[in-house]
């Protein structure tokens, strides 16, 4: 065996030994408090904090135009933009949104009520805390339920499709089945409705973001 090995393998005089075993248990409390002080600001900041919550609430005003025409619309919904400034906490940005409008006509009200249970279901309802169809009108989330893609209104379906993984969705938002009875498309439920209201001559809505991909309804921002 070479000098070189022999030295290797000398464990060192106990004083050695336990100054080794210092530095080793130093170093992982170092670095557990190191890590612990990233780790925990970092799960902090993904969590909405209450203030946050409580800021961004609230009705926006529709574009009046796009209502309008929302109002005139005898048979397909109507894409409707909005403005609304949104915090972050630290800095306010003026943010653009919109909802997909639909207008009752005739037999509507009492349509969507039948396609659309779930949502006048107190024990299934969710997060639906507020009238829908109401004033005449329901305003949609333009978010897919699914993975939160932007679905789009389809002439052809007379419906709305989701152009990430095909969802599809008659004019009541209701998640709709194919010949034999499967759901087309993964969501797991329908459209979501948003609150609407009426104020001082302004359609307004409220913007929520629901969480994406569960079959009940949950909110999760306002932003
Ligand atoms: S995000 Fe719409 S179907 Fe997947």
Redesign the pocket.
Known sequence: MTTEAKAYEDPGTPEEISRRAFFARATIFTGTVVGLGLAIPLVASLVPKRELIEANKGFSNLDKNEFAQLERSLDKPVKIFFRKLVTDGYAQEDTEYYVWGLKFNGQDEQKFRAERPELFDTAKRGAIDYPVGNLGFVMFSPL??????K?DWDDGLKGFL??????QFNRYGKHIKDQAGHFI???PRGLDPLPFQEHSGNAQVEWIKFA?NTPNIVRVSYW
């Open positions: 897919c339920p699914h993975l939160n893609c679905y989701c152009p990430c993984h095909g969802s498309g993964p969501s994406a």
